[in-house]
T-cell receptor
Framework: GNSVTQMEGPVTLSEEAFLTINCTYT??????LFWYVQYPGEGLQLLLK?????DKGSNKGFEATYRKETTSFHLEKGSVQVSDSAVYFC???????????FGQGTELSVKP | GAVVSQHPSWVICKSGTSVKIECRSL??????MFWYRQFPKQSLMLMAT?????????EQGVEKDKFLINHASLTLSTLTVTSAHPEDSSFYIC????????????FGEGSRLTVL
């Protein structure tokens, strides 16, 4: 079946550290891939997306590249800030219809 | 940006009662809304797809008589948990897909249901 697997959290980093959150997927077709962020007490917000292989999504210093050969969409940021502390969800959409399949979420905590 | 609002954000009820959760798109029309359920430290699981003016499409394993979904207008979908039991306690999240070509998706803040 179709699924998304993320690395387990929580991830704790110091400010300005490099961040990687791994995400791999299993899909029968060619999905669009997304990263969503959920700040404490708020709803999910779209962070970035990629709709086809080799596309790179980027926003707010975060990047992720759609790797079809490894079925991965790892999230990276070169220098995290305390304000990046949140839960990050990787997700896929098989048919562009908005019906998302989510990973389990990875909690990131950035310490000053 | 576009906003999706859920109400209530937190509800506690007694076992056997029914609870209604609203999902509103505040500044755009949404022909399609989605309802998810999230258990602590777990992923969002899609429960159903709600289309304005038609019956909801439920995911496998979701009891349609237990979780009643109504999408009566282009800005409002409701989820009613009927005869709630403690195992229905969870975080319920809706998303709304904007009408039009881009069909951007926006999420509500979620509603936490606790059944005593």
């Amino acid at each position: 079946g179709n699924s998304v697997t993320q690395m387990e959290g929580p991830v704790t980093l110091s400010e300005e550290a490099f961040l990687t959150i791994n995400c791999t997927y299993t899909a029968t077709g060619y999905p669009s891939l997304f990263w969503y962020v959920q700040y404490p007490g708020e709803g999910l917000q779209l962070l970035l997306k990629a709709t086809k292989a080799d596309d790179k999504g980027s926003n707010k210093g975060f990047e992720a590249t759609y790797r079809k050969e490894t079925t991965s969409f790892h999230l990276e940021k070169g220098s995290v800030q305390v304000s990046d502390s949140a839960v990050y969800f990787c997700a896929l959409d098989l048919n562009q219809g908005g019906k998302l399949i989510f990973g389990q979420g990875t909690e990131l905590s950035v310490k000053p | 940006g576009a906003v999706v609002s859920q109400h209530p954000s937190w509800v506690i009820c007694k076992s056997g009662t029914s609870v209604k959760i609203e999902c509103r798109s505040l500044d755009f029309q949404a022909t399609t809304m989605f309802w998810y359920r999230q258990f602590p430290k777990q992923s969002l699981m899609l429960m159903a797809t709600s289309n304005e003016g038609s019956k909801a499409t439920y995911e496998q394993g979701v009891e349609k008589d237990k979780f009643l979904i109504n999408h009566a207008s282009l800005t409002l979908s409701t989820l009613t948990v009927t005869s709630a039991h403690p195992e229905d306690s969870s975080f319920y999240i809706c998303s709304a897909r904007a009408s039009g070509v881009t069909g951007e998706l926006f999420f509500g803040e979620g509603s936490r249901l606790t059944v005593l």
